[in-house]
Structures are given as C-alpha cells and as structure tokens.
C-alpha cells in the first residue's frame, strides 16, 4: 500500500465533520432531563448545555465546538446512548396513542373495549368509566370542555402503569 491509498479524501472527511456536528445538533435538541440520562463527559455535557440558549452564529460556533469534543470522545457510545433514549421515546408514543385509541372507542360506545380493558386490568373500575363515558358525551353535546374525557384519558393511563 502506497500512502496515499490511507489517507482519507478531503470529502470523506468533510462529511466525517458534519455527522459529528449534526450528532451534536440532535444533542442540543434533546431537553436536559433527556441528556442527565446519557452518559457524556462533563466537557461535552456544559457545551451542549450552553448551546441551547445561543442562536445564529453563536450557534454554528459552539456546534462546531461539540463537533470537536464528539470527535475526541467515544462517538460510537454517544451514537448508541441517542438511538435508546429515540427507542424509548417512541414507545412512550407509542403507548400514548393506545391510551388516545382506548379511550375514542369507550367514548363511541364500544362495549366490547370496556370488557377487554376489564380484563386487561385487575382493578378496572366499570362503573366509574361509564359514568365518564356519559358525562362526556353530555359536555360534547352542550359545546362544554371535555372535562370526563380527559379524567378518562388519565384514568387509563393510571390503569396502564399500575398493571
């Protein structure tokens, strides 16, 4: 091998640059408790923490910066720590949605859900779900703030993180 085959073009590490800097950018967009879960080092920590309240060229200057502490860390780890905190995050989705699913069905009456629900967890309270239920559709028929139907919402996801 010659060395000229080991050296890297000037395009391939340009681009090695910017997903260094765009890494730091979805650090910067993460909130703080979401970064406090990471393992970073204390240097690349206080800098994404402090790029969150630039903007413009102060920005691009400190993204460069993290760039830079990425480069010297251990990239693969911090790429690892960002993709499970992203799999946690879409389950949290994931299983709100199902909240938002289960509670639109009991609302339009769907009598087999409320026996699933009833099944699913132990200490289901029926009585109390149907008298949300009515108390729902009455604040949807009088133009009223649905009041039942987020008491409702609430009501499973209590019921979900109890189980």
């Known amino acids: 091998m010659t060395e000229f085959e080991e050296e ?3 395009s391939q590490i340009k681009r090695e640059l910017q997903e260094l800097k765009d890494l730091g950018r979805e650090l910067i967009a993460l909130p703080t408790k979401d970064l406090n879960k990471m393992v970073l080092s204390e240097n690349l920590l206080d800098a994404v923490i402090a790029a969150k309240a630039m903007s413009h060229g102060a920005l691009k200057r400190q993204v460069g910066f993290i760039g830079n502490i990425i ?3 251990d990239y693969e780890i911090i790429q690892q720590e960002l993709a499970k905190l ?5 389950g ?3 299983q709100f949605h199902q909240l938002e ?3 639109d069905d009991l609302l339009q009456g769907n009598d087999e859900m409320m026996t699933l629900l009833h ?3 132990g200490e289901f309270d029926g009585q109390y779900v149907r008298q949300l239920v009515r ?3 009455k ?3 009088n133009n009223k703030p649905p009041k039942s139907a987020r008491l409702l919402f609430k009501y499973l996801q209590e019921c979900q993180e109890n189980q």
């Open 119 to 121: 099944h699913q967890f």
């Open 101 to 103: 699913q289960w509670r």
């Open 8 to 10: 890297k073009s000037k």
């Open 92 to 94: 949290e989705v994931k």
């Open 135 to 137: 108390n729902a559709k």
């Open 86 to 90: 992203k799999q946690v995050h879409h």
């Open 139 to 141: 604040e949807a028929a």
């Open 71 to 73: 480069a010297h860390d």
